[in-house]
């Protein structure tokens, strides 16, 4: 009988220390974001495209001189689905539309940040009221 109250009692007063030296949460304030959440996957999609697609694509997804316009109806969503977008990252596409040649995979892009370019691309293309 005296082992587990022995026992009971090393377990409380373990708990007590682990919970006494634990990390609390900082009682200073959050820094708070200006940005809606839907701006804020439309700024982190921008710079993603900016950081890897703009050298093909151009900076407003209109084309340049190494890929075509993504900002166009071949590419609107009932044509080239989302998922067009990240299977041409994950497995690269052969020249079908346009003649700049094959795009290679890109498998250094996630999926994640795919998701934020695909949403940036999107609302390009219904800026320029392609859908």
Same mark, same amino acid.
Do not use: D, H
């Given at each position: 009988m005296n082992r587990k109250i022995i026992f009971v009692a090393v377990v409380v007063?373990?708990?007590a220390v682990v919970l006494?030296?634990?990390p609390r949460p900082s009682r200073l304030p959050r820094e708070v974001s200006t940005l809606s959440e839907s701006e804020f996957s439309l700024a982190k999609g921008e710079?993603?495209?900016l950081q890897n697609?703009? &050298?093909c694509h151009g900076k407003d997804a209109n084309g340049a001189v190494k890929g075509p316009p993504l900002v166009h109806?071949?590419?609107e969503p009932n044509h080239h689905a989302d998922a067009a977008f990240y299977l041409? &990252?994950?497995r690269g596409v052969r020249q079908h539309h346009w003649?700049?040649?094959d795009m290679k995979p890109m498998q250094f892009i996630t999926r994640k940040d795919m998701s934020f370019i695909v949403v940036y691309v999107r609302s390009l293309q219904k800026k320029a009221g392609i859908f």
């Open positions: 007063a373990a708990t006494f030296f634990a710079t993603l495209f697609c703009m &050298v109806r071949i590419y041409a &990252v994950e003649k700049f040649g």
